[in-house]
């Protein structure tokens, strides 16, 4: 290992480079500064802490979480629980504890809570689910968003079962949402260079060698999965806030999957692609709906049929796969100075010969 | 993490209190912003009402607009999406929106509303019938252009008992939606005012469910079969239930609430009778008003068809009594038109009077029209208003 620089001196801007671009999105809203522009930005912002939450289980231990939305879940009923107004509560959720009946917070402490609670919540599941691996603990991950879900659903007097939860503090201002992103990433990358990281990667990469070098695999999926559901509880936290209401479905099979294309298209394993996926996803699908709406090109009107974006997103998501299956970065961080490429995608040799 | 969130905190509060004010709306004429869903499930819900109610805006306009301004249409699209409504919201409140239109559904349409309120602005909801949909889930300048679901269910009930002479009354609540227990609410404060009238029995089943083979063993084993059950159920699962209630043989009358109006749906039964729907205008072309089997001649105009059930009719008494607040304001300022719908009481519009107070922007009172249906064929056959509105106090509660 002499002479090689620390793995902190060869990475470190990875996370610079993504906070440089989620910063570009904050002045694009600063410039642009109308009401739904800011509020796409801010979705996207959301977005980012979603995947990059999806990422630091999926990306490092190599199992498919199903079940992460669930966690989102929690968070978004923990900020609302905490940050409504004591009348509302009182009136519709009469069977939250007295303390949180009386009270309210300021969302910055909603915020916090989501995602303690959140990862709270992913520890005790995930020590049991950590124990399994590939496809079972897949399934598992997913029963435990159904069983969320169904509790919050039916849970009438806590969570107001399927009714609309409103009343939450509504946050227009794409600050936030900015620092939460950066947070995130930054959350995420100080996890993949650590030592757990380092180890959990090693465990996807080759599990037996792992193992056999004493990389104690269910623990530090533990540790990933913890980490991961308390992101997943902010992005719910955000969410509610951006949106100032919440139900059970919002928090189901459709958030799970775009979350999860988003991650896949931009490249399962690099944390660039956890970002790059959303933001690119993102633009593409905007473009679409400017174009449902029309665009006047040269004096003529032109206009996609509505519900055109849903299918043009998902034939842009094959088209991607099909020449970048590992997809858009390739698996790979984004650094500086871009590192030269072998045929193979893979990282060319140093010159003096020693490998990598 | 901590510190970092805390920092965020810090950054938020300075920015929320540097957050400028929405632009001002252009002078030279007023914007109606329609933040509905143009695709998606709901785009069913929202179309037919939005109809209706670009039908009156251009009558105001022919008759020379709102304060001698021509009213302009701005349109967004929800898309169904709960995130994507707060966009529709705020992009229809950029372009200068005076009035926005949200959603049929309450949770559909609440984000909307939500960014409405935040920005001032007075929002309707075409359709929602719950009493969330207003003062109590948005805030003071949020409305309601239908009638509340638990008015349905008490007219029905006080109606049945009046007319019908019904006495035993049987319950049967789908438990789908917020609509099905609103009516249901309704039918439960109306009952016990009824002198002699009983609850027999009451049961749950869910719109989805194949067969409610078991809940009509139970009616049937009743010692009696009950003068009237009160049927508190939707499309599509309450046509199915309809049948099977009739297959087992059971012939009490059959009470509903509007939301089985409308005659698409009945060459699916077609020998059904003895069953009743309160209905705020008919579709069937036999309304007692000329004027509104004018609108639904109007409305076949313009839309090329029919109007398929009276959902479409709230959205022409949503415009019509916001362009009388406005006139009477003299401004499209959000408190004075607030006001001005909150002095209206029994305010006649084509589909029945209409009252707004400070405490409750939705109508817990309401004349409905009595729709029955023999021998497959819908028809008026009465028109009824509950003798006493339902209070604030008990829907809130709900």
């Not at chain 2, 789908?174 to 009238?197: H, R, S, V």
């Not at chain 2, 139970?218 to 009739?246: F, H, N």
Request: hydrophobic share 50%.
């Amino acid at each position: 290992m002499a002479g090689r620089p620390s793995i902190l001196a060869r990475t470190w801007t990875t996370p610079v480079i993504l906070i440089i671009i989620l910063a570009a999105l904050q002045l694009a809203a600063l410039a642009v500064g109308s009401g739904p522009f800011n509020q796409t930005i801010i979705e996207i912002f959301i977005r980012v802490v979603l995947v990059v939450g999806l990422y630091v289980f999926i990306g490092n231990s190599g199992v498919i979480s199903f079940g992460h939305i669930g966690f989102t879940c929690l968070g978004a009923y923990m900020t609302a629980w905490l940050t409504m107004l004591p009348a509302i509560k009182k009136s519709k959720l009469k069977g939250l504890p007295d303390i949180i009946l009386d009270n309210k917070l300021a969302y910055g402490w909603g915020l916090l809570a989501a995602v303690i609670f959140a990862g709270l919540a992913a520890f005790v599941a995930g020590k049991v689910l950590m124990r399994l691996s590939g496809i079972a603990a897949s399934i598992a991950t997913f029963a435990v968003l159904a069983v969320i879900i169904q509790v919050y659903s039916n849970w009438d007097s806590v969570t107001g079962a399927q009714s609309s939860v409103v009343g939450i503090p509504i946050v227009r201002v794409v600050w936030p949402y900015f620092l939460c992103a950066g947070a995130a990433v930054l959350v995420a990358y100080a996890h993949q260079i650590s030592r757990s990281g380092l180890a959990l990667r090693a465990a996807r990469d080759e599990a037996t060698a792992a193992a056999a070098s004493g990389v104690d695999i269910p623990r530090e999926r533990l540790v990933a999965f913890t980490i991961s559901g308390g992101i997943m509880g902010l992005g719910g936290a955000l969410f509610a806030h951006s949106v100032g209401v919440v139900t059970p479905d919002t928090f189901y099979l459709g958030l799970t999957f775009i979350t999860l294309s988003m991650l896949v298209v931009g490249g399962m394993n690099s944390l660039s692609g956890a970002v790059l996926g959303v933001v690119i996803l993102s633009i593409i699908i905007q473009l679409l709906r400017w174009m449902e709406k029309g665009v006047d090109i040269g004096g003529a009107s032109f206009a996609l049929p509505l519900g055109v974006q849903e299918i043009a997103i998902g034939a842009v998501m094959i088209v991607i796969l099909m020449y970048r299956p590992a997809g858009l970065t390739r698996n790979r961080e984004l650094v500086w100075p871009p590192r030269k490429l072998s045929p193979e995608g893979r990282p060319a040799a140093p010159a003096d010969g020693k490998t990598a | 993490m901590k510190s970092f969130l805390q920092l965020g905190l810090g950054a938020a509060l300075g920015a929320l209190m540097l957050a400028a004010p929405a632009a001002m709306a252009a002078g030279d004429k007023i914007v109606v912003g329609f933040a509905t869903a143009q695709s998606g499930f709901m785009q069913a819900y929202d179309k037919p009402a939005e109809d209706a109610a670009r039908i009156r805006i251009d009558e105001i306009n022919k008759a020379g607009g709102l304060l001698g301004k021509q009213i302009e249409i701005v349109a967004a699209d929800t898309k169904t999406d709960r995130a994507e409504g707060a966009k529709a919201g705020l992009e229809v409140i950029d372009k200068g929106a005076d009035l926005v239109v949200v959603s049929c559904d309450y949770d559909f349409g609440a984000p909307a509303a939500l960014a409405a309120e935040a920005a001032g602005k007075v929002s309707f909801f075409l359709c929602a019938e719950s009493v969330k949909a207003g003062i109590q889930g948005v805030g003071p300048h949020s409305f309601s252009a239908s009638v509340l679901a638990a008015v349905q269910g008490a007219t029905m009930a006080e109606w049945a008992y009046n007319k019908k002479n019904a006495r035993t009354f049987y319950r049967l609540l789908d438990t789908w939606t917020e609509y099905n227990k609103g009516i249901c609410d309704g039918f439960d404060w109306q009952l016990p005012k009824l002198k002699d009238a009983r609850l027999v029995g009451e049961d749950t089943f869910k719109n989805d469910d194949a067969s409610i083979a078991a809940q009509i063993t139970r009616i049937k084993s009743l010692p009696q079969e009950p003068d009237a059950i009160m049927l508190c159920t939707m499309m599509p699962g309450g046509v199915s239930a309809v049948k099977q209630i009739r297959a087992a043989g059971i012939k009490s009358m059959i009470l509903n609430g509007s939301g089985m109006s409308g005659s698409y749906w009945l060459s699916a039964t077609p020998d059904l009778s003895n069953f009743f729907v309160p209905d705020q205008g008919s579709v069937h072309g036999d309304d007692p008003n000329p004027k509104v089997n004018e609108f639904n001649a109007m409305y076949k105009a313009a839309t090329g068809s029919d109007p398929s059930s009276q959902y479409v009719y709230p959205g022409y008494v949503m415009i019509d009594v916001w362009a009388k607040a406005v006139e009477r304001a003299k401004s499209t300022d959000a408190d004075a038109v607030v006001a001005e719908l909150e002095k209206m009481k029994d305010e006649p519009t084509l589909f029945g009077p209409r009252t707004f107070t400070a405490e409750l922007h939705h109508q817990n009172k309401g004349r409905y029209l009595i729709t029955a249906v023999e021998n497959g064929k819908a028809r008026v056959v009465d028109e009824w208003t509950i003798s006493e509105p339902i209070p604030v106090d008990y829907l809130a509660s709900k």
